[in-house]
Structure formats: structure tokens, C-alpha cells
């Protein structure tokens, strides 16, 4: 790919030159009245002198440093550059072409008369190839950037993944198997729905898209096969209830953003209360944004461990990753109600 770019930015050299070309060679024939042999020698001459010097100031800008330099070691840096380069080519010019047309006095009076044109002309191409070359880097840098911004996405993608599959935490499983091998003695018909819940919920969990984006059905089916799970450890002490409505079932969310916010609900209402714990989840379209409330009663007498927050955390980072803002969370503790509400909106960045 390289390569190829390379290769048309030699072509586009050459044609420019040879354009430059053209129109000098039309300017001395036609304009000022030398022969075309003159104009063309001329042209030829001071044209692909500067066309040899130019692809050498290549060099020059690349390894300038332009972002460590100040503006005026940046204009002393280009204006001897361009002093020692416009030097170069008009003495080279004027050798070779007083050389050549040494019997030509009316062309040698004609390079006279039009050197500070000439030179004129130098300090032009020169500002147009520097600026042309630092467009060029700055052009390629840019790509190089976003192409490591890619790269780093594509990384962040899947150091995310698999903090999502991490987030299955090993003693749910555990728990699980217990209250499953448990229900082969009590219930074999209910150990066996279990088992088939649970294998659908791992299934899900480990083989979540790349894209990150799911529905809020799916992610609905997946939630409330953890809730079940659960159920059948807990009983009569955790009850659910949902109010869904029917046009936030196609609506894109983020993968697994549920499933952690009702196992803190599990974890902080469920865990450390002899009582029932009601868990509820709303979902609502509120001006074109989804709403989502998930919230659960605890017994605020009771002793909870304080926990690190890290769930919390990480929803509301990949929020901020996802849709670029971070008050699309918000956390609301009144008596013994904890709720959750997230405002997902109908794009990502």
C-alpha cells in the first residue's frame, strides 16, 4: 500500500513539472518572442534542474522536526533553505545555459534582464513543494494515527469481550451446580430446566458479537434466564417484575448491560435479606432515548458488605466508549430502594 502511494506521488511530480514545464516554454515563445529551440532549452534546463533540487527538499522537511521547533527556527530553518537552494539552482542554470547559447547575446541579455523574475519564480516553487511535502506528512501521520487508533479499538473490543465473559463469576456457576445437583434428588424435572437455562445462558456469554450491539429482547432473554437461575436458589425470596414497552424490543443496547445491574440487585437485595426482595425493570422510549430502570429493595438494617463498585464502573465506562458521554447513568438510593437508570440513545460513535 505504501508502495503504491509512493508511486502515484512520483507521478504526480512528474506531471506537475511537466505542466510547469509546458507553461514556461509557452510563456518565453509565445509571450517574449524566443525561438522555440531557446524556450524550450530554458524551460527544459530550469525546470528540471528545480525538479532534481525539489525531490531533495523531500528530505529537508521530513526530518525537520516540525512539532519541536519554534516559528522562528522553523523561518530561519526555510528561508536559509530556501536562500542556499534558489543559489544553487539559478547558478547551475545560468552555467549550463550561458554554455549553451554563449553565441546568443540577445538570449544571454534576456537571462539578465529576468533574473529577480527568475528568482522570484525559485522562492515560489519553493513555498509550493515545502508546503505541498509538510501537507504530504502531515497527511500520512494522520493515517498512521487513526490506523493505531484502530488497531487500539479493535484491542479495547477485546480486552472488553473478555472482561464481559470474566464477569460471570465463578461462584454463580458454582451455586448453580449445587442447587442443580440438589434438584436431581428433589426434582429431576426441574434440575433438567435448569440445566438447560444455565447451558443457554453460558452459551450466550461466551459467544457475544464483535460488534458489541445487541437488542434489548436479546439482552431481555439472556437477563431473565440469569434471574431464573437464580430463582430456584432463592425461591420466594426474590421476585421480579418487568414493564416493557413494545417498541424498545428492537432497540440497539449494548451487550450484557443487564445482566451485571440485576446481579448487583441479587447481590446487595437478595444476598443479605431474610425478606423477599422485589426486583423490578422498566424499559420506556423517552424523546427518541430508551429508558431503562432496574431497581430492588434491600433491608437497609442489615449488614452489607461494601463492595468495590467496579460493576458500576465498567457500565458506565463502556457507555462513555460507546456513545461518547458519561451522564447516560444515574443512581438513585431512597429508603430501602436502589435503582439503576440508564438512558441508552438510538446511535453509537
Known sequence: ??????????????????????????????????????????SIVFNLLFALIGSGLWFMVRYSNLQTRTIGELAFYHLSGAAVTIFVWMMAAYLILNGV?????????FLDETRSLRIITGVMFYALLVTGYYLIINYRELKEKNQREAQLTNLLKEAELNMLRSQIRPH???????SISSLTMTNPGKAQEMVIKLSEFMRYSLNLPDTMISTLEKELYHAELYLDIEKVRFGDRLAFEKHIQHETLEWNVPVM?????LENSVKYGVYESSETTRITLEAILDNDVLQIKIGNTYDPEATIKKGTGTGLKNIRGRLLNIYGTSSLMKINQAGNYFEVTLRIPGYAR
Open 1 to 42: 500500500m505504501a508502495k503504491t502511494i509512493k508511486n502515484h506521488l512520483e507521478i504526480v511530480y512528474i506531471i506537475l513539472w511537466v505542466t510547469l514545464g509546458v507553461i514556461h516554454f509557452s510563456l518565453l515563445h509565445y509571450g517574449y518572442g524566443l525561438s522555440m529551440l531557446v524556450a524550450f532549452g530554458d
Open 172 to 178: 454463580f456457576l458454582f451455586n448453580s451446580l449445587n
Open 257 to 261: 448491560i443487564l445482566q451485571p445491574l
Open 101 to 109: 547559447y554563449s553565441d546568443n547575446q540577445f538570449y544571454r541579455d
